[in-house]
Nanobody, 114 residues
Framework: QVQLVESGGGLVQAGGSLRLSCAAS????????MGWYRQAPGKQRELVTV???????NYADSVKGRFTISRDNAKNTVYLQMNSLKPEDTAVYYC????????WGQGTQVTVSS
């Protein structure tokens, strides 16, 4: 089993920044992709960004140029730096990692006030 612990969510004003972290532990030999999804009230969960073990990244168009994903393979941790936050970024953010299958974090609330 793999456990994921997220941290870093909170309330911020529009234009502000937050940094999310997600640390994986448990039966880990090698983590493949890591990433973040988000789900806003009344909306489907959407992919925000992913990063491969080699460091290749992809971003949703809505966050390109504002969000940056990174990972520390030695610490089995993925980070999401969110800058220039907008009210529409308000959502619960879920990290995920893929080992032999995807594992999900418990989610952390990000609220951006206007």
């Amino acid at each position: 089993q793999v456990q994921l612990v997220e941290s870093g969510g909170g309330l911020v004003q529009a234009g502000g920044s937050l940094r999310l972290s997600c640390a994986a532990s448990g039966s880990i030999f090698s983590i493949n992709t890591m990433g973040w999804y988000r789900q806003a009230p009344g909306k489907q969960r959407e992919l925000v960004t992913v990063i491969t073990r080699g460091g290749s990244t992809n971003y949703a168009d809505s966050v390109k140029g504002r969000f940056t994903i990174s990972r520390d393979n030695a610490k089995n941790t993925v980070y999401l730096q969110m800058n220039s936050l907008k009210p529409e970024d308000t959502a619960v953010y879920y990290c995920y990692v893929t080992v032999t299958r995807p594992y999900w974090g418990q989610g952390t609330q990000v609220t951006v006030s206007s």
